[in-house]
């Protein structure tokens, strides 16, 4: 997707284009309609660029496919159907970005914190080895006599700051790069830390069941869901699992045991889907155990910020009181022997 759109946004475009299509309108017209309005948002530049290359030529289905979000892995022949299931099925785009734009706040909302004063703690600290120590460490020196162990340990700490920053920055930039390429790696370490681990798979398992749902109408194969679903969900080492699961199934009770066997869905959950669909209403459980898993996700992610915060507040407190000890423990020694 060339351009970066706001989750609102594109929820919007969907419940217009679900109207539109409701109406009697073709997709093709409707992204035209659309597209008439002239809105210079990013969203607005992206459906006129939609529309022009349908205007070439280009099927609408594999059009919204290319440029659109939520729609990875899914057939674009979808968008060909007949006027009465074209609406409903924007409407579940709608339904579910929505649905997905709530989940993945729980993470975003998980890590802001933390992740805002870690960050602020880090700059302080950088500031304070880089420029600050090394007057400390002159004004001690002038002064003579033995240094305490704290403070050698903080001006040691400054000298391999200043030797080693440039190395530093190029090391954390490939880091940064690796997790980006490498993001199941990351996600698989995460999935082994306590606590951690079990709400990042509490948010995964949310998503997949959301997407599962959203799929389940559009009477694809329990493959072809399968694989779509996973696509769509953030955790990629999860999602890696969940696809190769996927390869292996013919209908969708073989789904539901594969799911099982990954070990990451409740066995609530599973035994709510298989009942469900024995009883030939397996979509109403996915929405029904999708909207549990969410509840679930959330609340986990209340419970990991609020230890969070003050773990990070008391981490940062100590680093930075260790930083004014180690410093003034040699004024204060010299004052005392005066």
């Known amino acids: 997707m060339m351009f970066r759109i706001k989750a609102d946004h594109m929820n919007m475009f969907y419940r217009q284009m679900a109207a539109m299509t409701a109406s009697g309108m073709t997709v093709a017209e409707a992204v035209s309609t659309i597209a008439e309005e002239g809105d210079s948002s990013r969203m607005g530049k992206l459906i006129s660029l939609m529309n022009w290359e349908i205007s070439e030529g280009k099927p609408a289905g594999e059009v919204l496919i290319q440029h659109l979000d939520y729609l990875t892995n899914i057939p674009p022949e ?35 914190y933390p992740a805002f004063i870690l960050t602020v703690a880090a700059f302080v600290a950088s500031g304070l080895l880089l420029f600050v120590i090394p007057i400390f460490e002159k004004m001690f020196i002038d002064m003579g006599g ?8 903080i001006i040691n700490l400054s000298h391999f700051l200043l030797q080693y920053f ?3 920055l190029v090391l954390l930039a490939m880091t940064i790069l690796f997790f980006n390429k490498k993001k199941a790696f990351f996600y698989r370490i995460a999935d082994k830390v306590p606590f951690l681990g079990k709400m990042n ?33 953030n955790n990629d080492y999860i ?23 990954s070990g990451f869905f409740p066995g609530l959950i599973i035994k709510t889907l298989k009942v469900g669909n024995r009883a030939k209403a397996l979509e109403a459980a996915l929405n029904r155990s999708a909207s549990f898993c969410e509840a679930d996700a959330e609340k986990a992610s209340d419970r990991f910020t609020a230890a969070m915060i003050p773990l990070t507040i008391i981490v940062v407190g100590t680093a ?13 020694s010299m004052a005392g022997s005066i």
């Open 166 to 168: 440039v190395v530093l």
């Open 239 to 261: 999602a890696k699992k969940l696809k190769e699961a996927g390869e292996k199934v013919s209908d969708y009770s073989d789904l539901l045991l594969q799911l099982e066997r």
């Open 201 to 233: 798979r509490k948010i995964a398992v949310a998503q997949f069941l959301s997407n599962l749902h959203l799929l389940f109408g559009f009477h694809l194969s329990a493959q072809q869901t399968c694989r779509a679903a996973a696509g769509n969900v």
């Open 78 to 112: 979808l968008f060909k159907e007949d006027k009465e299931k074209i609406a409903p099925l924007f409407d579940r785009f709608a339904e579910y970005g929505e649905r997905k734009s709530k989940i993945r706040n729980y993470a975003k909302t998980v890590m802001i």
């Open 320 to 332: 930075l009181g260790f930083f004014i000890i180690a410093m003034y423990l040699p004024i204060f």
């Open 146 to 153: 033995t240094l305490p162990y704290p403070t050698l340990v």
